[in-house]
């Protein structure tokens, strides 16, 4: 069967913003005066998610709110300094070329998303920001709604448990970016029915 909607989620599939994540988050750790993220925090939000980090760090929801306020003010600018992971605007590219709808849900703004794409973003039929943190599923099912199509024509590819748990959620087939920040194991246990090693193979859906 040939899918010919495919759905990216933005950080680590699209854009190698690890550091940049890890540098927002600390910055605003020092700005509130909390511990700054260990290599276990990181590891608890991209394999178990936000929820489990928040109980973790003894968060809560205002305070998360807070964060991802400030968090989008510092990504957005030092969005300029984030590279494109290698190879997927050229896959993106070619399945535009080929018929096939790509578009993007992100919790980053249009600007940053087209800032680091270039004009690889031209290449998308809609950027699509995510703003509720918890409500993945409900945008992308959002999303898919407002192009009119059947969710089982939708390949919905991230990088972490979660993008898996929403696809599933929204009837669509989740497909794992191993090059992310979520581990591949993770992704598969997250549901995922297949889990792409290299952007290259995105061609092959």
Do not use: C
């Not at 995510?130 to 709604?145: M, N, S, T, Y």
């Not at 669509?172 to 889990?195: D, M, N, Q, T």
């Amino acid at each position: 069967m040939a899918f010919r909607t495919l759905i990216f989620d933005f950080d680590g599939v699209i854009a190698d913003t690890r550091d940049l994540i890890i540098k927002v988050g600390n910055t605003y750790a020092a700005e509130t005066g909390r511990d700054p993220l260990s290599e276990e925090d990181i590891n608890t939000y991209y394999e178990q998610g936000a929820r489990a980090l928040m109980a973790k760090r003894s968060f809560s929801i205002l305070e998360l709110a807070r964060l991802l306020k400030r968090g989008s003010e510092l990504f957005a600018a030092e969005a300029g300094s984030v590279k494109m992971v290698p190879g997927v605007g050229e896959a993106i590219r070619d399945a535009s070329g080929s018929g096939t709808r790509v578009a993007v849900l992100t919790s980053n703004t249009e600007e940053s998303v087209k800032r680091i794409m270039g004009d690889f973003s031209k290449e998308l039929a809609g950027i699509f920001p995510e703003k509720d943190f918890f409500g993945k599923a409900a945008k992308l099912k959002k999303v898919i709604r407002s192009f009119g199509i059947d969710p089982a024509d939708v390949l919905y590819i991230g990088d972490e448990p979660r993008d898996m748990i929403a696809a599933r959620k929204a009837g669509a087939h989740p497909i794992g970016a191993a090059w992310g920040f979520g581990s591949k194991r993770s992704l598969i246990s997250a549901g995922a029915e297949k889990v792409l090693v290299r952007p290259e193979e995105i061609a092959e859906l």
